[in-house]
């Protein structure tokens, strides 16, 4: 598009490489709805970028504007959201491994317990205090998580639902 050429044949060159895209190139080449046919496409898996691809088609139909900038620049804009994604994961990652490291540290002081020659799981079933220590240790296990799985969640992007 940016060396001038028309849409409908850029769309038709790239729907050869992308069996997505024949769809959408079936539909420009019998005069259909392209930007609803981008938005059918952006339904599969790792193709939502195709929505904000056909919004943009619709808008440079309705004035006449260019399409190249307009994909061009959505195009920017996946870049950078990727950009944002990899930077969150990587963010992330150290808080995800703490919260895997807290879900297992009762087991390895169960396992520390026979070790050293006692026999833990004896007295969290068999007695009192052991019950009553091992509802409190469930009871922070499972709050532990809750907490970590809160601070590792990513909130939804506010830009995709308008």
Known sequence: LRVGEIPSSALRRV???SLLLQPVAAAQQIGGDVPAALQIAAAEPG???LAALGRSWQLCQVTGAPIADAAFRVAEGLRAEAATERLVAAELASPRATGRLL???P???IGLGFTAGGDPVAFLVGSLPGRVCLAIAVCLVCAGLV???LLGRVPAN???AE
């Open 15 to 17: 729907a050869a490489d």
């Open 147 to 149: 907490w970590t799985t």
């Open 158 to 160: 506010e830009g995709e």
């Open 47 to 49: 193709c939502s970028g």
């Open 107 to 109: 087991l390895m002081g």
């Open 103 to 105: 879900a297992f540290l």
